[in-house]
């Protein structure tokens, strides 16, 4: 890691040498504007707790463990936690170049050292690059950014680095979009494959699952606003992975998963707050954080072996509330997320995350004081999740609620 820090140091003014060339030679200049944030994230757990993509020792918070009892029958994951970390701080390079096949041009490099799995962490990781052509009526986007189904204009306001995950779908994604403007309507077409935020599989979580199928996911979503002070976004997202391209009796098999995804979104700006609406409904969600997954529905061949799936499915509704101070900003989230069962029933191996927990229920209210470059920020998040006994239809029943509390206090400095 140490190594990393001065080649990206290096390259910086590297990455601004061409601008003073190009403006003798072509005339327009390319314009590279760095931004990013220093932050320190100070959190305990008064339950030991999962976490996304590799853990990152809790920073990324999804909720409580289930009981674990020793021989003593005590529960070990009622033990509390505590941590310092400075894994999300960021850096971002924002260009604005010469116009192209018409279009304005502009592009977008986003790190943070958050790393890649627990073994990287403090590692540099890929967050977003891509470039963005733009048109009076049309807007082309190619590259890493934000899975459609996550509302990048409508997010919540957390504290938390897990932005409300795993009520909100959250997920970044390789892809190309297209969004149409052909009035006060916006429609967005896009497709994408996986990076970071993977499926899971007989072979552990990885981009091969879709990478197989010979698809991309696709998606289709409309922007409406309906006034000055409401916009309302709804969309609909398709995708297939092939768990598998052989048997457990070592033959060739071509089954594969489809899962459709949709959701709604509403956001209202007054004077005094802002309020953010959204439900999800999800197949095989476990790649956008979210519980669900699938799992072998039956055999189709008994001497291959061969297996065919099904989806476990969920949905999700969360709200968030902000107010519109300029120095002290009060908020408050709070998401549900229903374990809805499988399409058939399920007979053998399940994947996914969650498939134990029928519900989790969030509320989340945070402070957040600014003044100039540097905010302070704390949070009160509490979070219950009913684990119980998974049925042949991927319900869960018998259930009994964990319950943690995550107080977490931030410093953020931007530049």
Not at 70 to 91: C, K, W, Y
Not at 249 to 264: C, H, K, P
């Amino acid at each position: 890691m140490m190594n990393r820090i001065p080649i990206l140091l290096v390259c910086i003014p590297l990455l601004l040498q061409p601008v003073a060339a190009q403006e003798k030679e072509e005339g327009p200049v390319q314009v590279i504007r760095l931004s990013g944030f220093v932050k320190t994230d100070i959190f305990y757990d008064s339950r030991q707790s999962s976490a996304a993509n590799g853990i990152r020792e809790g920073h990324f918070y999804l909720y409580p463990d289930d009981i674990l009892y020793d021989e003593g029958m005590n529960d070990l994951n009622a033990n509390p936690s505590f941590h310092i970390l400075n894994i999300q701080t960021r850096v971002r390079a924002d260009i604005n170049g010469p116009d192209a096949f018409g279009a304005k041009i502009a592009g977008a490099v986003e790190a943070e050292f958050f790393g890649t799995g627990e073994s990287d962490l403090n590692g540099l990781r890929l967050r977003h690059a891509y470039v963005r052509m733009e048109w009076p009526k049309a807007v082309l986007l190619t590259g890493q950014y934000w899975h459609p189904m996550f509302p990048a204009e409508n997010f919540p306001g957390t504290v938390s680095f897990n932005t409300g995950a795993p009520f909100v779908p959250f997920s970044r994604n390789p892809q190309v979009r297209l969004t149409l403007k052909p009035g006060k309507v916006n429609l967005v077409l896009a497709a994408y494959t996986q990076r970071d935020f993977t499926s899971s599989g007989p072979d552990g979580n990885s981009s091969k699952y879709i990478r197989n199928s010979g698809l991309p996911g696709v998606h289709l979503q409309l922007k409406l606003p309906a006034g000055e002070h409401l916009t309302a976004w709804t969309g609909i997202d398709y995708k297939v992975i092939r768990p598998e391209l052989k048997s457990p009796a070592n033959y060739e098999t071509d089954a594969t998963v489809s899962g459709l995804a949709a959701f709604a979104t509403v956001k209202v700006k007054t004077r005094p707050v802002n309020i953010s609406l959204m439900g999800v409904y999800s197949e095989n969600g476990s790649d956008m954080v979210m519980l669900g997954g699938y799992g072998v529905s039956g055999i189709t061949n008994e001497l291959m072996q061969t297996r065919e799936w099904t989806t476990i499915n969920s949905t999700s509704f969360w709200a968030d509330i902000t107010t519109n101070g300029k120095k002290a900003v009060f908020g408050i989230f709070s998401g549900y997320s229903k374990n809805l069962g499988a399409k058939d029933q399920i007979t053998g191996a399940v994947f996914g995350r969650g498939t134990d927990i029928d519900h989790l229920f969030r509320v989340s209210p945070r402070i957040v004081v600014t003044e100039g470059k540097l905010s302070l920020a704390a949070e009160l998040e509490s979070t219950m999740a009913a684990y119980g006994t998974r049925q042949d239809d991927g319900t869960v029943t018998e259930t009994h609620t964990v319950n943690n509390i995550r107080v977490l206090l931030s410093a953020i400095y931007r530049f």
